[in-house]
């Protein structure tokens, strides 16, 4: 199964309880631009504490309880609380809080764009908030240490394409 259509699963069970996740990481950025950016996991972004990684670990993410038995009903095993991560076979999926954005990367929340398939609804960042993400992450000391080489390509790819989309508005 691709990476997104297990994502519009998930999305599909969050929206029932009025949860609109935002699609991040590689397997946004693959929906946004179409390119296959070879992705490790599915990281979902949801309503959450806005310390991020400073809140305690069932705190962290808003209605928790809920994501939890949303995924396990899924047939996903929590493998790992202090990431939110699940596993289902060689698919794994993180969840972060949205809320932590603003301060962590300069998102504003309000620009995110909203995506309807069918009747699924989710969030993705523009290519403006991309760049700022993946910049921010970069300097990140945890992903310096794991190798952030798949990061830094896509700065590269998103300064020439904003550079472009900045070229052609003149």
Known sequence: MKKIDAFLIIAKELNKVAITPVLMGSVGLEYLTKIDWQAN?????VPGNPNGWDAPDRLRIYQWDLILNIMLGLGFQLTNLHE???QKGDLSVTFGSIDCLPQFANVDLQDLVENNLG?????????QQFMNIYTASSMDSYRQQQGNQK????IVFLKKQLSLKKENNK
Request: aromatic letters at 10%; glycine letters at 0%.
């Open 41 to 45: 996991d599915i990281d979902i972004h």
């Open 151 to 154: 990061d830094l390509s896509k």
């Open 84 to 86: 939110h991560e699940f």
């Open 119 to 127: 009747s699924i609804k989710f969030l993705t960042p523009t290519l």
